[in-house]
C-alpha cells in the first residue's frame, strides 16, 4: 500500500526535477514548493518546458532524474495515487463531446471515487453553481468553447482534491470568459485547494500568489509578481519575461 510522506507542510515539493527526451533536454532540474491554498503560475513562452513539467507532476510522464511529492505522495513511486488525490484540466479539451453535460459530471465523479448516492447532488450543485441548468441535456460538443472551458476545470475539482492543474485553461477564450475562470479559480483558493497553473499570458501573473518564469526548460525566477518586477525594475510582467528571455 502506498504511503503519504511524512511531511505535510507543502502540497506540491519538487527538487532538482528533469525529463530527457534523448539528447534533448526538456525540462532542466527545476526546485520548487508550493503551499495550500497558493495560486502558483509556471510561465513561459510555449516550448519552454512548462506542459512536460506538468505530466511530471500529474504523474502522466516519468521524470528522468529528480524528485516530486504531491498530494503526499511520490510522482516516481506512485503515480496512480497522485492521479486519484489531484485534479488535472489539460491543454486537449478533456471533457467527452458526445456526452451531455451532466453525463460529464457523473462519469467523473464514478472515476474520481465518489460514493453513487452522492454523485446526483453533486451533478445538481455543480450544474447550479455553473448556471448551466438550461444547458444540463446538452451534448458537450454542442458547447461554446468557454462554457466547455469552465465546465471542465469545475469537473477537475468534482472530487474536492487538494490541488488541481490546469494546462492553458485560458488559452483561445475571449477576455470576459479569462476574467470569468480567473473568478472561479479565487474562490478555489479561498476554499484552500491549490492551483497550478501554466499559461503563456503573461498579464496572468498578476493573478498569482507566486510566479515562476521557465526559459529554455529551467526556472529563471520565482517569487510573487510584485517581488519579480522590483527585482528586475520593471512595470509588468511582460518586460519580466523579456528580460529574463534575453538574460
Same mark, same amino acid.
Given at each position: 500500500?502506498?504511503?503519504?510522506?511524512?511531511?505535510?507542510?507543502? !502540497?506540491?515539493?519538487?527538487?532538482?526535477?528533469?525529463?530527457?527526451?534523448?539528447?534533448?533536454?526538456?525540462?532542466?532540474?527545476?526546485?520548487?514548493?508550493?503551499?495550500?491554498?497558493?495560486?502558483?503560475?509556471?510561465?513561459?513562452?510555449?516550448?519552454?518546458?512548462?506542459?512536460?513539467?506538468?505530466?511530471?507532476?500529474?504523474?502522466?510522464?516519468?521524470?528522468?532524474?529528480?524528485?516530486?511529492?504531491?498530494?503526499?505522495?511520490?510522482?516516481?513511486?506512485?503515480?496512480?495515487?497522485?492521479?486519484?488525490?489531484?485534479?488535472?484540466?489539460?491543454?486537449?479539451?478533456?471533457?467527452?463531446?458526445?456526452?451531455?453535460?451532466?453525463?460529464?459530471?457523473?462519469?467523473?465523479?464514478?472515476?474520481?471515487?465518489?460514493?453513487?448516492?452522492?454523485?446526483?447532488?453533486?451533478?445538481?450543485?455543480?450544474?447550479? =453553481?455553473?448556471?448551466?441548468?438550461?444547458?444540463?441535456?446538452?451534448?458537450?460538443?454542442?458547447?461554446?468553447?468557454?462554457?466547455?472551458?469552465?465546465?471542465?476545470?469545475?469537473?477537475?475539482?468534482?472530487?474536492?482534491?487538494?490541488? !488541481?492543474?490546469?494546462?492553458?485553461?485560458?488559452?483561445?477564450?475571449?477576455?470576459?470568459? $479569462? $476574467?470569468?475562470?480567473?473568478?472561479?479559480?479565487?474562490?478555489?483558493?479561498?476554499?484552500?485547494?491549490?492551483?497550478?497553473?501554466?499559461?503563456?499570458?503573461?498579464? =496572468?501573473? =498578476?493573478?498569482?500568489? $507566486?510566479?515562476?518564469?521557465?526559459?529554455?526548460?529551467?526556472?529563471?525566477?520565482?517569487?510573487?509578481?510584485?517581488?519579480?518586477?522590483?527585482?528586475?525594475? !520593471?512595470?509588468?510582467?511582460?518586460? !519580466?519575461?523579456?528580460?529574463?528571455?534575453?538574460?
Amino acid at each position: 500500500m502506498a504511503k503519504k510522506t511524512n511531511d505535510n507542510k507543502y !502540497v506540491v515539493s519538487v527538487k532538482d526535477l528533469t525529463k530527457k527526451f534523448g539528447s534533448f533536454t526538456a525540462v532542466n532540474s527545476i526546485s520548487f514548493d508550493v503551499t495550500k491554498g497558493e495560486i502558483f503560475g509556471f510561465l513561459g513562452a510555449n516550448g519552454a518546458g512548462k506542459t512536460t513539467a506538468i505530466k511530471m507532476l500529474t504523474g502522466l510522464s516519468k521524470p528522468s532524474s529528480g524528485t516530486a511529492i504531491v498530494a503526499g505522495y511520490d510522482v516516481i513511486k506512485n503515480p496512480e495515487k497522485v492521479k486519484y488525490k489531484i485534479g488535472y484540466m489539460s491543454q486537449k479539451f478533456s471533457l467527452y463531446d458526445d456526452l451531455k453535460v451532466f453525463e460529464n459530471i457523473r462519469l467523473y465523479a464514478g472515476i474520481y471515487g465518489i460514493p453513487s448516492k452522492e454523485i446526483k447532488s453533486k451533478i445538481n450543485n455543480l450544474i447550479d =453553481e455553473l448556471g448551466m441548468e438550461n444547458m444540463r441535456n446538452k451534448l458537450v460538443g454542442d458547447l461554446p468553447l468557454g462554457w466547455k472551458q469552465k465546465l471542465a476545470f469545475a469537473v477537475a475539482m468534482v472530487h474536492d482534491p487538494p490541488v !488541481v492543474f490546469l494546462d492553458e485553461p485560458t488559452s483561445g477564450v475571449d477576455p470576459i470568459t $479569462r $476574467r470569468q475562470f480567473w473568478e472561479m479559480i479565487y474562490k478555489a483558493s479561498e476554499k484552500g485547494i491549490t492551483v497550478f497553473i501554466t499559461t503563456h499570458y503573461l498579464d =496572468e501573473a =498578476e493573478y498569482c500568489t $507566486r510566479a515562476s518564469i521557465m526559459v529554455d526548460g529551467v526556472i529563471k525566477a520565482l517569487d510573487t509578481p510584485t517581488k519579480l518586477k522590483e527585482n528586475l525594475g !520593471v512595470k509588468s510582467m511582460q518586460e !519580466v519575461f523579456v528580460k529574463l528571455a534575453r538574460g
